[in-house]
């Protein structure tokens, strides 16, 4: 995170930026998926850039910051609700107000939706997708984009457990729609979608490689018709999944996130 927060200030060439980590009080509590702290880390400057544009009050956590979890994966609700939990001691031991959930789709329909009954309690806090948080500081102008910095036929994946499960549908076109000048639908989208052939839990099952590879044709097919040089997908999973596909079926495509999309057409004033 310290890495990280260097190259935010000579992003937005403010020596006084931060990445905040363990801060109590804060507003919001940003949990992400451990993939992108090993493998993905400009992910998580994308969403420090994006807050630090919005001039918000938010915190990492050094402790219990993982929005995965694979309790639900292996069907088994009792380790679910611990991991899930932990997030829960990590916002009342920072005070926080709400927690905001990475772009990971099965990190958030198990921390929406899911734990409260796994838990059998009622959260005490607000819990929001960083793509809703994103898309109100779009309606507030709390940031301002240009999408002439994201010029590229730019399409949008639909995951699984967002979407169909989780019911976040629209914010992510609404940001699109602010952040690019081309935005094409894959036909069909939103909740009918095609899955991108890593769900259930294959992509971490080696010996499913091969055929979710031969499932993922369907929407490798997808992606070829819109004629997009970028796919947008708000889950990891998703993200491993289609940057296989590319490979398979030589799509010739880069696969982002929303907030990496956003943050490359933040205007900050670097006054």
Known sequence: MEWREDEL???????????????????????????????FPLSILAAGKIFYAAGESWTFSSNSYDVTNYGLYSGDDEAA??????????????????LVLAECGHGFNS????????????YGFEVESILQVVANYIRKGRIQLDPSRNKEIITLHD?????????????????????????????????????CGGGGGQLAMTRFAERRLKAGRLKAEQIQKTGAKIVVAPCHNCIDQIMELNKRYKLDIQVKTVSEIVADALVIDKK
């Open 81 to 98: 609700g611990t991991m899930s939990d932990r997030l829960v001691q990590s916002m009342e031991k920072l005070v926080c107000e709400t």
């Open 111 to 122: 921390n929406r939706w899911e734990a409260p009954e796994w838990l059998s309690k009622k």
């Open 9 to 39: 200030k000579q992003e937005v060439n403010n020596s006084e930026a931060r990445l905040p980590l363990d801060e109590k009080g804060a507003k919001l509590f940003y949990t992400i998926n451990p993939r992108e702290a090993m493998f």
């Open 159 to 195: 995951p699984c457990n967002l979407v169909r499960l989780g019911g976040i549908i629209e914010e992510q076109r609404y940001i699109l729609k602010h952040a690019v000048t081309d935005f094409v639908e894959m036909t069909p989208n939103r909740e009918k979608n095609y899955c």
